[in-house]
């Protein structure tokens, strides 16, 4: 009996012992040798999430562990939440891909092309045709990454101005003949959305994804009560032997003061949960829990490559990669979202580069372990 009740003793005492979710092990070694301050990573299919697994920490020196409600600012993937929100206007019959962006914004008529440039001189050309709402959405219009008075910050410009200042400004290039990433072009997609529909960039965004998806933690500015919740950002101390707090350099402080502006091209802030909502409305073909945001038309031109010949594997607002479709952020996160394998995949990280090349293996680590273990 003294045996007996030893074993059910240790077999109970193994129903509670906390394993460490695979996903756990695969990042624990980054953040042991100061590659990874912390993560949130979440795996989900059309229907439900499938496994959310936090490790590391959300600030180093407090000691305090990442949790699953930390938020991230998660930058550059604002940019096919931003696209997303665009193709509703396609379906709904209001604006064309393929309609010239002065069409909507009369601002860029005129607008001119780089013949020559050096030291000395810039010559200007009219270019072959004006830039289209598809080279917007596709950073092939030749617009800049952004204008020169997006600075020292990108958030505080208004909208209308920002845009303003891109079409004051000559196109660098042809329009179609290059791929160059440009939050300018996804900013001016973002400022016909004001136009045509007669809302305010972040009201439409609020009223036709984020409150109907349940997106609860995904804003342009984190509450006070929410900037408790952020995951502290992080860079490679000066001699790269261990990781050092930062703020994020792009954006002003403090982020709830409403003297921000949205930033349609990375302004947004969110959490692993809110982002796997919108990736399985992606996963379920443009709708989630009955209610249709995009037709099946519209998601299948986010998923299909926009760009040119040899250039970069570009759709509108989104990455692509094999079967997969998604979008990084500046400071590593990432989401993607692959029907083929019935999967979406969510990385939340906060990091400014990494400490050492070790750091370029985490997401394919993440991402290996996720697809080997939940793929259809």
Not at 4 to 31: K, N, R, Y
Not at 322 to 339: K, L, V, W
Request: charged share 20%; with cysteine; glycine share 6%.
């Amino acid at each position: 009996m003294k045996h007996l009740a030893s074993f059910l003793f240790i077999a109970l005492a193994g129903l509670h012992a906390e394993t460490p979710p695979p996903v756990a092990q695969t990042l624990q070694p980054f953040v042991d040798d100061k590659v990874l301050a912390g993560a949130v990573t979440l795996v989900a299919d059309k229907d439900k999430v499938l496994e959310v697994s936090t490790v590391g920490w959300a600030d180093i020196a407090a000691k305090k562990p990442m949790t699953k409600d930390a938020l991230f600012w998660i930058a550059s993937m604002s940019k096919p939440i931003t696209a997303t929100a665009f193709m509703m206007l396609v379906d709904e019959g209001k604006v064309s891909l393929d309609d010239p962006v002065e069409k909507y914004l009369p601002e860029f008529k005129g607008q001119m092309v780089i013949a020559e440039k050096d030291t000395k001189h810039v010559l200007l050309k009219k270019p072959k045709h004006p830039i289209t709402v598809r080279n917007v959405l596709s950073h092939t219009s030749g617009l800049a990454f952004k204008s020169a008075v997006e600075d020292p910050t990108l958030d505080m410009l208004p909208l209308r101005v920002a845009v303003l200042s891109y079409a004051a400004a000559p196109l660098q290039f042809e329009p179609d003949t290059k791929y160059q990433y440009a939050n300018a072009g996804i900013n001016t997609a973002a400022r016909i959305i004001e136009v045509v529909s007669g809302l305010k960039y972040e009201d439409f965004m609020q009223q036709r994804l984020f409150t109907p998806l349940g997106m609860v933690d995904t804003t342009f500015w984190p509450s006070e009560a929410q900037e408790k919740r952020i995951a502290l950002a992080y860079k490679a101390n000066q001699d790269k032997t261990d990781l050092e707090a930062i703020q994020v350099s792009q954006l002003h402080y403090p982020l709830h003061d409403h003297i921000r502006q949205p930033m349609p091209a990375g302004g947004l802030y969110s959490t692993a949960a809110d982002v796997a909502k919108f990736c399985q409305m992606l996963l379920n073909g443009g709708q989630l829990g009955g209610k249709r945001y995009i037709s099946e038309a519209a998601l299948k031109q986010l998923q299909t490559k926009q760009t040119g010949e040899g250039l970069n594997a570009y759709s509108l607002g989104y990455q692509l990669n094999g079967t997969a479709f998604g979008h990084g952020g500046a400071y590593a996160t990432n989401m993607s979202i692959d029907p083929a394998k019935g999967i979406a995949m969510v990385f939340m990280v906060q990091h400014s580069g990494w400490r050492t090349d070790e750091g370029k293996k985490i997401l394919p680590a993440f991402q290996k372990t996720a697809t080997d273990r939940f793929a259809k």
